[in-house]
């Protein structure tokens, strides 16, 4: 078996309105068309991706995201363009999230240039550019694809 990527992301958050606000501005941005708006979850799929928000429990409303416990680090969005992570960063700018770093080429892969950020609840999201299908093309090479 060979998976066809990752089908869909929830994110649970401790504040559903500001993290809603956030996501219906940032997903429709990167090409998300929202599927699913309600009081407790919303929902966009685009790009062969699917990532939703849902609000938390009663018990953790309120709660932020802590990067160090057992669970999600970081969920990173691939863009087409290294042009289109400058964009986004410019519209996280206007929106007030808070940045990590700002773009900036790394060493994970060739050409590997990104913007790391915050969610209103502390999750911590990315937006990179690699040329070509980067790192892709190494795991395809070993497992004897082409």
Known sequence: MEINGVAHVFLTVGDFPRAKAFYAKLLPFLGLTPVMDTDDRYYCIGGRTGLGIQR??????????????????????????????????????????????????????????????????????????????GLFDVGAKLQGVS
Do not use: T
Request: hydrophobic share 40%.
């Open 56 to 133: 938390a429990s009663a018990d953790h409303e309120g709660k932020r995201f802590d990067q160090g416990m057992v669970g999600l680090h970081h969920l990173c969005f691939r863009a087409r363009e290294r042009a289109d992570v400058d964009a986004a960063f410019a519209l996280l700018s206007d929106m007030g999230a808070q940045i990590v770093h700002g773009p900036r080429d790394d060493p994970w892969a060739p050409g590997y240039y990104s913007i790391l950020f915050e969610d209103p609840d502390g999750i911590r999201l990315e937006i990179n550019h690699i040329p070509g299908r």
